[in-house]
């Protein structure tokens, strides 16, 4: 499985835009890049999942370049309840969804 | 759907006791993982099952913990003897297949 890289923390204010870049040089054709969102007390949550260019849902983007050894998730406009830990990892469906976390980046947003 | 249920949500021991953590998957999802948070060491995946049948076992830390997935609706991790440093957030986790995961909310274990 490959191994991601990413900031452990970031800060931002409300109504900025958050991007927060991982990166995953050793990313195999067959791996989906997916990212996580994790409040305290609580268990990891979906947020998004690429494979190249662009995703757009209605929580964020995914932007992921050609090479597909980084990718960047965006979070529009951001709010106190956006303060959480977000993961991202990179798997290959084929093997049953295993999937390794590493630290992640925690977000702190201020007023 | 309800989601992954888990139980206990919190469950405090003594060393030495036996504990069994439950967990419901989400109905019709073939794929089911335990993991285990703390602060020292993150999300740790212990074992993962697809089909019932144990996948992957590398992470389970040593012989004292055990997981059985009987049916596609359960699954339990147990630990005997508990230690203190077992005392973590243990996470079940279903998926379909893909690797889009859906977390429970978590058992919060103490040993004491």
């Known amino acids: 499985l490959a191994k991601t890289t990413q900031p452990i923390s970031m800060d931002s204010y409300e109504g900025q835009e958050v991007n927060i870049t991982c990166s995953h040089n050793n990313i195999a054709t067959n791996d989906y890049i997916t990212w996580y969102q994790q409040f305290p007390s609580q268990g990891p949550r979906f947020i998004i999942q690429g494979y190249k260019t662009k995703v757009t849902n209605e929580v964020a983007s995914l932007f992921i370049p050609a090479d597909r050894k980084s990718s960047t998730l965006s979070l529009p406009r951001v709010s106190l309840s956006d303060t959480a830990v977000y993961y991202c990892?990179?798997?290959?469906?084929?093997?049953?969804?295993?999937?390794?976390f590493g630290q992640g980046t925690e977000l702190s947003v201020k007023p | 759907d309800a989601g992954v249920i888990q139980s206990p949500r919190h469950e405090v021991t003594e060393m030495g006791q036996e504990v069994t953590l439950r967990c419901k998957p989400i109905s019709g999802h073939n794929s089911l993982f335990w993991y285990r948070q703390t602060m020292m060491r993150g999300l740790e995946l212990l074992i993962y099952?697809?089909?019932?049948?144990?996948?992957?076992d590398s992470g389970m830390p040593e012989d004292r913990f055990s997981a059985k997935m009987p049916n596609a609706s359960f699954s339990t991790l147990k630990i005997q003897p508990s230690e203190p440093r077992d005392s973590a957030v243990y996470f079940c986790?279903?998926?379909?297949?893909?690797?889009?995961?859906?977390f429970g909310a978590g058992t919060r274990l103490s040993v004491l």
């Open positions: 986790a279903s998926c379909t297949g893909g690797n889009i995961q859906y």
């Open positions: 990892l990179v798997g290959d469906g084929n093997q049953g969804g295993k999937l390794i």
């Open positions: 099952f697809n089909n019932n049948v144990p996948i992957d």
